[in-house]
């Protein structure tokens, strides 16, 4: 019988796993550069609904935001002041649905006090902030994040681009500002969820950001099929 279930459930999450439903994104764009989440969605999601919003359009996503209900929700801020965001509608989402979240804020540790509330809830305490594109490394190269990038290296789009060294307490760090893990130098960390990202580094101007992004959305998309009630009769079968 339990050889029958197990069988089920490999059939079931090999059959199951959909692309998310919805999805709502926000990004910024300069120099030519910030639309490689929109064109990693399209390869790695093709059946998802997206809604993307631009820049400083902060009513617009405002609105999007309160009007439905979300699989996962993308906020890429490198450009724009995100001062205007609903960070703690957000900060609701975040601690009592299932929604996956995705925050890189160039404004961490000078923002919005939301946008600081958030962080802390995802599990990340602490934030400085560094400036010209610098070296960045995969802590965890194995980790599906990480496989298959060999260039973590950013592009300088001509501005004062301000990235940010994370503090960790119960977020995951995969990536780094320094060759090793290193406490108060990570970069892209697995939320307190275990499935949300909260990331002080931006894919938007990375060298392989496209490449980058699916891997981000491949972690983030896998066991949506878990969430669905026939879970809990499956895993009832054992």
């Given at each position: 019988?339990?050889?029958?279930?197990?069988?089920?459930?490999?059939?079931?999450?090999?059959?199951?796993?959909?692309?998310p439903?919805?999805?709502?994104?926000?990004?910024?764009?300069?120099?030519?550069y910030?639309?490689?989440?929109?064109?990693?969605?399209?390869?790695?999601?093709?059946?998802?609904?997206?809604?993307?919003?631009?820049?400083?359009?902060?009513t617009?996503?405002?609105?999007?935001?309160?009007?439905?209900?979300y699989?996962?929700?993308?906020?890429?801020?490198?450009?724009?002041?995100?001062?205007?965001?609903?960070?703690?509608?957000?900060?609701?989402?975040?601690?009592?649905?299932?929604?996956?979240?995705?925050?890189?804020?160039?404004?961490?540790?000078?923002?919005?006090?939301?946008?600081?509330?958030?962080?802390?809830?995802?599990?990340?305490?602490?934030?400085?902030?560094?400036?010209?594109p610098?070296?960045?490394y995969?802590?965890?190269?194995?980790?599906?994040?990480?496989?298959?990038?060999?260039?973590?290296?950013?592009?300088?789009?001509?501005?004062?681009?301000?990235?940010?060294?994370?503090?960790?307490?119960?977020?995951?760090?995969?990536?780094?500002?320094?060759?090793t893990?290193?406490?108060?130098?990570?970069?892209?960390?697995?939320?307190?969820?275990?499935?949300?990202?909260?990331?002080?580094?931006?894919?938007?101007?990375?060298?392989?950001g496209?490449?980058?992004?699916?891997?981000?959305?491949?972690?983030?998309?896998?066991?949506?099929?878990?969430?669905?009630?026939?879970?809990?009769?499956?895993?009832?079968?054992?």
């Amino acid at each position: 019988m339990k050889l029958v279930a197990l069988l089920l459930l490999v059939s079931v999450t090999g059959i199951c796993v959909a692309d998310p439903s919805l999805v709502l994104v926000h990004y910024d764009e300069f120099s030519g550069y910030g639309t490689a989440v929109l064109t990693a969605i399209s390869n790695v999601w093709p059946g998802s609904t997206v809604l993307s919003v631009l820049g400083n359009d902060w009513t617009t996503f405002n609105d999007a935001l309160a009007a439905d209900t979300y699989d996962v929700i993308i906020l890429e801020n490198w450009y724009w002041s995100s001062d205007g965001c609903n960070w703690p509608l957000l900060l609701n989402i975040y601690t009592t649905t299932d929604t996956r979240i995705f925050l890189a804020d160039w404004r961490l540790s000078f923002g919005a006090t939301g946008v600081q509330d958030l962080m802390i809830a995802m599990g990340v305490s602490g934030v400085t902030t560094n400036g010209s594109p610098l070296p960045h490394y995969a802590w965890e190269p194995a980790h599906e994040i990480c496989v298959g990038i060999s260039d973590w290296s950013q592009v300088d789009v001509g501005l004062s681009i301000y990235s940010n060294n994370l503090t960790h307490p119960s977020a995951v760090p995969v990536t780094g500002w320094a060759a090793t893990a290193t406490p108060g130098m990570a970069g892209i960390c697995i939320a307190s969820d275990g499935v949300s990202i909260i990331s002080g580094y931006t894919p938007a101007y990375s060298t392989e950001g496209v490449a980058i992004w699916e891997n981000i959305l491949e972690f983030m998309g896998d066991g949506l099929a878990l969430q669905q009630s026939t879970w809990g009769e499956i895993k009832s079968s054992f």
